[in-house]
C-alpha cells in the first residue's frame, strides 16, 4: 500500500473528501490531506483534523526558526502519489503557470516529477469548457511530457490525449449531471470510486 496524499480545493465537489479518505484508507493506503480554506466550507475538517493541513499549518507558532519543519516539503517527502479532488478552475489555473500562493500550491510546486499524479476537476460546465480549460490542461500536460496535443480537441478528447501520452500525469474527467447550481452539463467530479480506482492504477503502473 502506499502513502496518498490528497489535495482538496473549493468546489462544491469538496463535500466528498471525507468519503474519499475513507475509501482510500479502506484499501490500506496511508492517507494525509491538504486543503485549501475554499474547500473547507464544504466539509467538516474537525473530524479529518489528526490527517489535513490547512493553509495556517504551514508556518506554525509566531516565527520561523532554523529547523523547523516546513509543511509543503515534508508532505511531498511522505507521499507517493498527489491526488488532487476535486480540482477546482481557480486552482487549476495556478497549477498550469506555477503560482503557489497556499499550502495545496506550494505542495504542487516543490513536487517530485517522478511521482504520480491523478487530477479530478469539478467545475461549472461553462468554467469546464472554457478555452483556459484546455489551455491549463495542456500546459499541465507538456510538463509530463505530453508536449504538442492539438489546441483544437474538445475537453474529452484532450482528457483522453493526456492520460494516453503523459507519463505520471492521470486526468479524472468530469461528468455530466444536474450540477449543485441547477445547471446541467459536464463537470461534476468523477464518482468517488473512479478516482479512488486511478490511485489504484497509477500505483500499479508506477
Excluded at 3 to 22: C, D, I, Q, W, Y
Excluded at 129 to 137: D, G, M, S, V
Excluded at 138 to 146: E, K, N, Q, S, T
Excluded at 177 to 205: H, I, N, Q, S, T
Aim: with cysteine.
Amino acid at each position: 500500500m502506499a502513502n496518498v496524499l490528497l489535495g482538496a480545493t473549493g468546489s462544491v465537489a469538496a463535500v466528498r473528501v471525507p468519503v474519499l479518505f475513507e475509501q482510500l484508507t479502506a484499501r490500506g493506503h496511508a492517507v494525509k490531506i491538504v486543503a485549501t480554506k475554499p474547500a473547507t466550507y464544504f466539509f467538516d475538517p474537525a473530524p479529518l483534523r489528526d490527517h489535513l493541513t490547512l493553509d495556517a499549518d504551514e508556518w506554525p507558532g509566531d516565527r520561523y526558526t532554523r529547523g523547523d519543519e516546513v509543511r509543503h516539503i515534508e508532505l511531498r517527502r511522505w507521499a507517493d502519489l498527489f491526488v488532487i479532488a476535486p480540482l477546482d478552475a481557480n486552482t487549476l489555473a495556478k497549477l498550469a503557470v506555477g503560482l503557489s500562493d497556499n499550502a495545496l500550491t506550494c505542495v504542487w510546486r516543490a513536487w517530485d516529477w517522478a511521482k504520480p499524479v491523478i487530477l479530478a476537476p469539478a467545475m461549472n460546465t461553462l468554467m469546464w469548457e472554457h478555452p483556459f480549460t484546455r489551455k491549463h490542461l495542456r500546459a499541465l500536460a507538456a510538463d509530463f511530457g505530453a508536449a504538442h496535443i492539438p489546441g483544437h480537441f474538445d475537453e474529452a478528447m484532450l482528457v483522453r490525449q493526456i492520460n494516453d501520452r503523459a507519463k505520471g500525469l492521470r486526468i479524472v474527467g468530469p461528468i455530466s449531471k444536474e450540477l449543485a447550481c441547477g445547471d446541467v452539463g459536464a463537470g461534476a467530479m468523477a464518482e468517488v470510486p473512479d478516482v479512488v480506482a486511478a490511485v489504484g492504477e497509477m500505483l500499479g503502473r508506477k
